[in-house]
Antibody, heavy 120, light 112 residues
C-alpha cells in the first residue's frame, strides 16, 4: 500500500526558508523509474506543480520558482525534501507530495497535504 | 508552458444524471508513443486527491466504470454517468507531456 505524508512548520515569516518533508511507504525511490513530485494549492492560483525528483536523482523544477526551489531525497529513510527560499505571503498554500507513475505520467498517489501560512 | 482550460468553474447536477467536464490544452498532448499525457483527478474535502484517468481514457485501478475519459489532441472530456452522491467534488485535469506540468483550474460538481 502506497502512502505519502507531508510535514512542515505550519507558519513562517516573510523572507524565511520553508523546509518540507514527504515521508512515504509502499515503494522505494531507489527503484528504476520512481519519481516523487511536489505540488501546491492556493486559493489564488489553484494547483501548481513545483518540482520532482527521480530515482536517479535527476530533478525538474517549475521555472516560475526555479531559483527558490531545492528538492532532495533520502532514499534509505523513504523521504523527499523541498526547500523554498525567500517565502512571501503569496506562497501561502497547501503543499502536497505525490508519486509519479513510472510510465503513465500520472500522479497516482497523493499525500493529505500540509498547510503553510506565511505571515508577519 | 502548456495551458489547460476548464471552462466551467461549477456544474450543477442531480444524482443519477450524466455530466461532462471539459479540458482544453493550448497544444496537442500527444506524445511520440501514441499516448496523450492528460490525466484527471478528484478532490473531496478530508480525502487525499484521487487519480481517476490517465492517457486521457484509461481508468486507474478501482475507479468505477461510470467515470469515462475521452478526447485527443487538445480537447479532453471526463464524463460521469449516473452521478452518485460521493461524486460531488472538484475535478482537475493535468498534463505531464512537457515540463512545467500544468493543471486546469478545476470544475466543481454541485448538487442541483
Amino acid at each position: 500500500q502506497v502512502t505519502l505524508k507531508e510535514s512542515g512548520p505550519g507558519i513562517l515569516q516573510p523572507s524565511q526558508t520553508l523546509s518540507l518533508t514527504c515521508s512515504f511507504s509502499g515503494f522505494s525511490l531507489s527503484t528504476y523509474g520512481m519519481c516523487v513530485v511536489w505540488i501546491r494549492q492556493s486559493s489564488g492560483k489553484g494547483l501548481e506543480w513545483l518540482a520532482n525528483i527521480w530515482w536517479n536523482d535527476s530533478q525538474d523544477y517549475n521555472p516560475s520558482l526555479k531559483n527558490r526551489l531545492t528538492i532532495s531525497k533520502d532514499t534509505s529513510n523513504n523521504q523527499v525534501f523541498l526547500r523554498i527560499t525567500n517565502m512571501d505571503t503569496a506562497d501561502t498554500a497547501t503543499y502536497y507530495c505525490a508519486r509519479r507513475h513510472v510510465y503513465y505520467g500520472l500522479f497516482d498517489y497523493w499525500g493529505q497535504g500540509v498547510m503553510v501560512t506565511v505571515s508577519s | 508552458q502548456i495551458m489547460l482550460t476548464q471552462q466551467a468553474e461549477s456544474l450543477w447536477i442531480s444524482p443519477g444524471e450524466r455530466v461532462s467536464i471539459t479540458c482544453r490544452a493550448s497544444q496537442s498532448l500527444l506524445y511520440t508513443d501514441g499516448k496523450h499525457y492528460l490525466s484527471w483527478y478528484q478532490q473531496r474535502p478530508g480525502q487525499t486527491t484521487k487519480a481517476l484517468i490517465y492517457h486521457a481514457s484509461v481508468r486507474t485501478d478501482g475507479v468505477p466504470t461510470r467515470f469515462i475519459g475521452s478526447g485527443s489532441g487538445t480537447e479532453f472530456t471526463l464524463s460521469i454517468e449516473h452521478v452518485q452522491p460521493e461524486d460531488f467534488a472538484i475535478y482537475y485535469c493535468l498534463q505531464t507531456l512537457k515540463s512545467p506540468y500544468t493543471f486546469g483550474a478545476g470544475t466543481k460538481l454541485e448538487l442541483k
